[in-house]
């Protein structure tokens, strides 16, 4: 059974404190792994689709990149206008996708 | 990239009552799928809903509680039936466009008393 874990829960940033955020699955056959940054009452809006382990993909402060087992987004001097929760996800060859819980992140001025 | 729309954005609902809820996509998709997020929580796929063929349930759903039409490509629609305060949610309405990634509708966020 395909999963996806977020980790940490949640973080707390000041602004323009780089960090990252870990998404870590196991899948029978990767088709592509997802970004998205979901603010609160709204839904999830597209970032990034990574497909294969060695790929980058960059969106202003935003950098994603991809492994076997893994998946960061590196978030670069951060601004309070970044707070969302960031949710990963996988699609299999079954053409099924399965979320993580998320991470959310709150940036402070 | 796809335009979702979603109706209604929210309600407030007494509880044993139904709702329908309406999404539009902007293009013709054939995969359109709906999700339900309970509060502080991650998304759960609820149905995916093909035009010309029946909504397929995941486990834990099913059709009487959840019914969903698919008249076309680009509109679909999810009732939620003889609701519970458990049942307050967002519900999201989410498409494959060509491109192969998955797009959100704003959601509809749903509180039953």
């Known amino acids: 059974e395909d999963q996806v874990t977020q980790s940490p829960e949640a973080l707390r940033l000041q602004e323009g404190e780089s960090s990252s955020l870990n998404c870590s699955y196991t899948v029978s056959g990767l088709r592509g792994l997802f970004w998205y940054r979901q603010d609160p009452g709204k839904g999830p809006e597209f970032l990034f689709t990574l497909y294969s382990a060695g790929e980058e993909k960059e969106k202003e402060r935003l950098k994603a990149t991809l492994t076997k087992k893994e998946s960061f987004l590196h978030i670069t001097a951060p601004k309070p206008e970044d707070s969302a929760t960031y949710l990963c996800?996988?699609?299999?060859?079954?053409?099924?996708?399965?979320f993580g819980p998320g991470t959310r992140l709150s940036v402070l001025p | 990239s796809a335009v979702i729309s979603q109706k209604p954005s929210r309600d407030i609902c007494q509880r044993g009552t139904s709702l329908t809820i309406q999404c539009q996509v902007d293009?013709?998709?054939?995969?359109m799928f709906w999700y339900r997020q309970q509060p502080g929580q991650s998304l759960t796929l609820i149905a995916t809903?093909?035009?010309?063929?029946?909504?397929?349930?995941e486990s834990g759903f099913v059709i009487d509680k959840f019914p969903i039409s698919r008249p076309n490509l680009t509109f679909s629609t999810l009732t939620v039936s003889n609701m519970s305060p458990e049942d307050s949610s967002i519900y999201l309405c989410?498409?494959?466009?060509?491109?192969?990634?998955?797009?959100f509708g704003e959601g509809s966020r749903l509180t039953v008393l």
């Open positions: 996800a996988v699609l299999d060859y079954g053409q099924n996708f399965v």
């Open positions: 293009s013709q998709v054939t995969m």
């Open positions: 989410s498409v494959v466009p060509n491109t192969g990634e998955l797009f």
């Open positions: 809903a093909n035009q010309g063929s029946e909504a397929t349930y």
